[in-house]
């Protein structure tokens, strides 16, 4: 079936760096947008970054740009997500979907505090 499954959060001080994977399975990988989002506590679910499956072509939410990079493995049917210059607002748990926002992963925490 289809699985997406997140890992790599965790606790980092602001200005710290984390990267994010995001492994995938049950579908053709190398056909389908990947994208990540994020959700704060009380706050509605929000576009970070995504990627095309082929030519890999890269969009970014203005709050991560310059400080994101998403980029994707389709030999081993991963995504990545380097955060640096982690910022206290960038807490929240990160989720990875594909094309159609269909299927999710569970998510992994990230929370940059000092």
């Known amino acids: 079936q289809v699985q997406l499954v997140e890992s790599g959060g965790g606790l980092v001080q602001p200005g710290g760096s984390l990267r994010l994977s995001c492994v995938v399975s049950g579908f053709t990988f190398s056909n389908h947008v990947i994208k990540w989002y994020r959700q704060a506590p009380g706050k509605q679910l929000e576009f970070v970054a995504s990627?095309?499956?082929?030519?890999?072509?890269?969009n970014y939410a203005n709050s991560v740009k310059g400080r994101f990079t998403i980029s994707r493995d389709n030999a081993k049917n991963t995504v990545y997500l380097q955060m640096n210059s982690l910022k206290t607002e960038d807490t929240a748990v990160y989720y990875c979907t594909r094309t159609y926002s269909d299927y999710w992963g569970q998510g992994t925490q990230v929370t940059v505090s000092s």
């Open positions: 990627i095309t499956s082929s030519s890999g072509i890269t």
